[in-house]
Structure formats: structure tokens, C-alpha cells
């Protein structure tokens, strides 16, 4: 038997989430569409929770000894990018479509610096590189290297555990950083036809690191992935993912030689593997390492366990929110809910998590175990939770028909939540304004129709206006007035060729667009910046860049986007350069490139640092002149 669980009581979710406050409900003639239900229920107790996943776990697994969604979808534990069809370009050159010269903007302060590119203004997400304007912090060798800001001097290097390698994140809190490892069971070989799944096989390795000390100070240990995680002020909210931990064989060599023979009973055997695991296969726990070094291991509660009324799944969602001013282990324990997390979004007292439930359509994830039984309309159901202080709240669920494309598909305005998703049935995309309505998230209003047979491609709300680019072979810029919750409407739209993957406020009433140029039967060219006058009501282009054959990291990675808003310095690291440009208020200008040593390397990130631009790749740092582009320093980094 199973009770629906006090919202007071839940920390975690999987889904789609909307927040907001009630408001007025629409005109009959503008009736919203109807969502699920989808409530959030609990176990009875620990006997319910194991007779409930052992059943919904037991179809789902193979006689590889592996987890699939029924669509032999398997449980590899990464995510497809959705721009994953670009081709590497490499090389190229450049090719400015404006008349500015390519001067170099103003400086900026010497004491300027960059941090990282977020969603929402005072949220920060974890990233590969942080700084706080006099040291600079960052996995490599196998230890957290701190470098000095002014001379790129290595000033500290912490040993860190296995596993932690370069392109590690962190956060920053203080003298406090927050290394999120992943590591793999070494146990776990690797082969041909399937590979271990961190949820099943790997942990969450999260290290607090004293600077001042320079020492580790406290270890969280995870049995899962990290989702994502946000940090405002010095509270970070981690979102784990994961799944039963079963320990089921693999066929041996003789098995894959006689597969129709060996198939059916080494699926039977695994079968009753499931039928016959333990409680710890399926309950959740994390392992806390306080400074007296002695680890201690938290289960979670069975009657904080829940999972959405309609679906039973295994996979799970685990959100943990700590103070980084104290050890990790002074933390609420963690509420756990049958499903998968996939996009997080965070402002600063709201948390939403999502997941994908029906058909498979533009890429698999773990998370896809969750979902209903039969559905061909893929959608994308919110879960949020409501934070005071550290302690995560319940506070309702919704869906909506079609898939995100990454975080900056939701905003939250003034109490309501903005969900931009394509539907791929329809081919056609949409955007929706949920609401709170007690534990309900309610649909106030929506706009559909955008881009017919074409998918998003980057979207940007600002304010009560949005932004949605669509693209198969031509990119409409939708322009959309949101103004009114129950009634959106699209303004005006605009038609070019390529498409934008990133959008990026630089000044009021302009917007800069980063992606791919094509021809006019959408074979891609290469990479294009555009600036967007979106001051009225249908948007017009006011400059354009192109360089052939270059793909940029900001195309499917926004942290890599580097912008400051002073001097218009624009930094956008790629395969074996960095672009660096200029972009004004009317104009976009190409000022050069920053290349490294090595070729075939990619160039992931960029920081602005006192008058010089530092860029970081596998094998080292180059710091470059802000002002002359020339090559001020190469600083090595140790592999390992």
C-alpha cells in the first residue's frame, strides 16, 4: 500500500518542474491544455519499496547483464548531444561579413576578471576552471592546482583521489573549493559490446578542499552521477542520478560464441538475480569522510523514498544541499524519487529537475528507464522544489508535450515558469507558461506552431520577451511576447541562413547568436556569430561573422562562452584556437586568434584576467594580451 507523501518531507525529484504563483485563470476561449496528473508517492516501508523495484526492474534487464529501457536502449550512463551531428572542423579561415576594422575594444580594468557563464545572475555551476580574480583553480595531474591570478605561478597542489582528471569540476566558495569527481569501480572491465554504467557502477566523488590549509578537509561518496549542481552564496544543491546496484554477470567468451542458445538462460538467470536482490541494491546511501577521517554511511529512509503516482521506474533522483562553510557531512538527509533527472535549472529558492517520459526521439539517457509503460508522444515532465535555506521542499509537478533541449529551455518570471520544447511527432516547437496551482503545476497559456518541420536550437528569455531559434535548412529567430501568461504570442520572426546553438544578451535590445552558417539546403558552412536588434518587435540583423571550417565549444557547451560587457571582448575557445572578436552595440569584428602548442587539441575554456586572456586545453595554459593578442606566457599542465 502506498500513501502520497507530505510535501514538506520531499528533497528530490526527476521531471519536468514548474513553480509559480496562481494567477487569474485564462479566457474560455484560450483554454490551456490538459496536463497529467502526475503526483509524487511514497513507500509504506522497506518491504513495499523492494517488492516495487525488483518488479519494475526485473523486464527491464538482458541477458547482457545490463539495464534497458525496453527499447534496447541501454544504460551507458551519457548523454547524446543534440548538435551531436557536427562534424569536428578543424582549421580554416576567416571570413568578416561586416565593414567594422578589427580594432581591439577599450580595456577593461586591471583588476577585471571573468567567472563563469550561468544561466541565472548569482547561481553558480559548476565548471572545469574557476577564479576568483587572484588565483586561478583547476584539475590536472591528478591534483587541484591553484595558480596565481597576476603571474600564472603554481602556488598549490593538492593530491586529490583517483579518478580525478582534467576537465574535473568545481566550485567556489571562499577559501573553500568543490572538487565532483566520478569514479569507476575498477573491478569493471571495459569491452566490446557494453561498458559500465557509473549509476551502477560509479560514484559520486565529491572532495571540500581547505585552500588556506591546502588540504582535504571532507569526502561525500555517491552511488551514481552528478546530474549538475548549483551553488548560491555558499549552499550547494547536488542532483544525483542513478540505478540499482545489481551485481549481474556478463557472458563469457563461449556464451557470445552459441549466443541463441546461451541468451535465453542467462536471461532467466539475471532475471531471478533481480527477482532475488537485496534492499541495499535498490535504497539509496552516500558515504560522508569528515576531518577525523573516519567514513560513515547514510541510508535513505524507505518512507522518503517516492516515485510519480503514474510511473514505476528504477532509476532515481537524489538532490543533497549542504553549507560548503562546514564539513560535508552536516547535511539534511537526502529524499530520493523513482525516475530520472536529466536538465537542471536553478534560480536562487527554486530548484527544477527534469526528465523525458515516452518515445526516444532525439537521444537516449538513463532516465528513460522511468517512463510509462506505452507512449508515442514524447514529453517532459518538471518536478520543483522550493529551498529555505538548505532544506529542499516539494512543491509541485507538471508536463508538457515535446522535449528540451538544455537548461536555457526554462525560465522562471515572476512567479511562472517558461518551458520551450519540440515536439517531434508534430515537428514543431512550442512554449508554455506553467503556474502552482496547489501541488499542481497548471498550464496558464501557450504558443505553438514555431519552426513546422524544423526542432530548437538555442532559446533565451529576457524579461517578458522570448527568444526561439528553430532550423532544418533556414533559421527562423522567433521573437515572442509573454507579457500576458494566458495569452502568448509571437511577435515577429526573422529568416537566415545557419542557426544560432547559443543566444547571449550583450546590451539592451541586442542579442548575440552563436552557431553554424549553411547554404540555403542547410549543409553546414562553418561557424557564425550574428547580432540581433530585438529592441522591436520583429528582429533584424545587424552583423555577421563567419569563419569556415571552425565549430566552437559554445555551440554545445555555454560555459565555455566568454563575453565582457565593458568592452564588448568576446572569447570563444574551438578545435586548436581561440576566436577572439569584438562585438558592439552594432557591430561584430573578428581581432584575431589565439593558437596552442599542440595540435588536434581542443581548446575548452577562457578567462579574462587583469588585461590578459587566459585559455586553457589538455596539455597546458596560454595567457595572451588582451589588448595586442600576443603570446604573454605557455604554462605546461602535468598529466598523469
Same mark, same amino acid.
Given at each position: ?127 572545469? @576552471? ?91 561518496? @555517491? ?389 590578459? @586572456? ?27
Amino acid at each position: 500500500m502506498r500513501r502520497t507523501l507530505p510535501l514538506a518531507a520531499l528533497l528530490l525529484v526527476p521531471g519536468l518542474v514548474l513553480a509559480a504563483l496562481a494567477a487569474s485563470p485564462p479566457p474560455p476561449d484560450e483554454a490551456p491544455v490538459e496536463l497529467p496528473e502526475i503526483g509524487l508517492v511514497s513507500y509504506s516501508g522497506c518491504d513495499d519499496l523492494l517488492d516495487s523495484l525488483r518488479a519494475a526492474a526485473t523486464p527491464l534487464v538482458d541477458a547482457y547483464g545490463t539495464l534497458s529501457n525496453g527499447d534496447g536502449v541501454h544504460l551507458d550512463g551519457s548523454l547524446v548531444r543534440r548538435n551531436g551531428f557536427f562534424d569536428m572542423l578543424a582549421g580554416g579561415t576567416a571570413e568578416l561579413q561586416s565593414d567594422v576594422a578589427m580594432s581591439a575594444p577599450a580595456p577593461a580594468a586591471d583588476n577585471a576578471y571573468s567567472t563563469t557563464n550561468v544561466h541565472v545572475a548569482g547561481v553558480d555551476e559548476p565548471d572545469e @576552471v574557476k577564479t576568483d580574480g587572484t588565483r586561478v583553480l583547476l584539475v590536472a595531474g591528478g591534483a587541484l592546482r591553484v595558480l596565481d591570478a597576476r603571474t600564472g605561478a603554481t602556488t598549490a597542489e593538492i593530491d586529490l583521489p583517483e579518478g580525478f582528471e582534467r576537465g574535473t569540476r568545481l566550485l567556489l566558495n571562499g577559501d573553500t573549493a568543490l572538487v565532483l569527481g566520478t569514479t569507476v569501480d575498477p573491478r569493471i572491465a571495459f569491452d566490446d559490446f557494453a561498458g559500465p554504467y557509473p549509476g551502477m557502477y560509479g560514484s559520486l566523488h565529491a572532495v571540500q578542499v581547505d585552500l588556506q590549509m591546502r588540504k582535504i578537509v571532507s569526502e561525500l561518496e @555517491v552511488p551514481g552521477n552528478l546530474v549538475d549542481a548549483r551553488q548560491v552564496g555558499s549552499t550547494v544543491r547536488l542532483v544525483l542520478g542513478s540505478v540499482p546496484r545489481l551485481d549481474l554477470p556478463r557472458p563469457k567468451k563461449r556464451d557470445l560464441r552459441r549466443w541463441e542458445e546461451a541468451e535465453p538462460r542467462l536471461l532467466k538467470h539475471n532475471r531471478e538475480l533481480v527477482q532475488n536482490a537485496p534492499l541495499a541494491a535498490f535504497q539509496p546511501s552516500y558515504t560522508v569522510t569528515g576531518p577525523e577521517g573516519s567514513p560513515v554511511t547514510h541510508q535513505v529512509p524507505c518512507d522518503r523514498i517516492s516515485h510519480p503516482a503514474k510511473a514505476d521506474g528504477v532509476s532515481m533522483t537524489t538532490i543533497l544541499a549542504f553549507d560548503l562553510t562546514r564539513p560535508l557531512g552536516e547535511t539534511s538527509p537526502a529524499t530520493v524519487v523513482s525516475g530520472g533527472g536529466e536538465t537542471v535549472y536553478g534560480t536562487a529558492d527554486s530548484l527544477y529537475v527534469t526528465e523525458t517520459v515516452g518515445a526516444d526521439v532525439f537521444y537516449a539517457e538513463p532516465a528513460q528507464l522511468s517512463r510509462p509503460e506505452s507512449s508515442e508522444v514524447a514529453s517532459t515532465r518538471v518536478h520543483r522544489f522550493a529551498f529555505t535555506g538548505q532544506e529542499p521542499r516539494y512543491t509541485g509537478s507538471g508536463e508538457v508535450p515535446g522535449l528540451l533541449l538544455n537548461q536555457y529551455s526554462l525560465s522562471e518570471h515572476e512567479g511562472n515558469l517558461r518551458v520551450a520544447v519540440t515536439d517531434a511527432m508534430q515537428e514543431e516547437s512550442s512554449v508554455h507558461i506553467l503556474s502552482t496551482q496547489g501541488t499542481e503545476l497548471k498550464e496558464l497559456g501557450a504558443i505553438g506552431g514555431l519552426g513546422k518541420d524544423e526542432r530548437i536550437y538555442s532559446v533565451r528569455f529576457i524579461g517578458d520577451r522570448g527568444y526561439v531559434v528553430t532550423f532544418r535548412q533556414v533559421d527562423p529567430l522567433y521573437t515572442l511576447d509573454l507579457s500576458d501568461p494566458a495569452a502568448p504570442r509571437a511577435l515577429g520572426e526573422l529568416k537566415i541562413t545557419g542557426f544560432s546553438a547559443y543566444l547571449h544578451p550583450t546590451a539592451d535590445g541586442r542579442l548575440l547568436g552563436i552557431g553554424q552558417e549553411a547554404d540555403r539546403q542547410g549543409r553546414i558552412q562553418g561557424f557564425q556569430a550574428s547580432l540581433f536588434d530585438v529592441s522591436g518587435d520583429s528582429p533584424t540583423r545587424l552583423s555577421q561573422l563567419h569563419v569556415k571550417n571552425v565549430q566552437t565549444v559554445v555551440e554545445h557547451d555555454a560555459h565555455g562562452f566568454l563575453f565582457l560587457p565593458e568592452t564588448g571582448l568576446t572569447v570563444l575557445p574551438a578545435f586548436e584556437k581561440t576566436l577572439v572578436l569584438s562585438v558592439t552595440s552594432e557591430k561584430i569584428a573578428l581581432l584575431g586568434e589565439i593558437t596552442h602548442p599542440r595540435k588536434h587539441e581542443m581548446v575548452g575554456r577562457a578567462v579574462y584576467l587583469g588585461g590578459s @586572456v587566459w585559455t586553457f586545453s589538455e596539455s597546458g595554459i596560454k595567457i595572451t594580451d588582451a589588448a595586442t593578442l600576443q603570446s604573454k606566457a605557455w604554462i605546461r599542465l602535468p598529466q598523469r
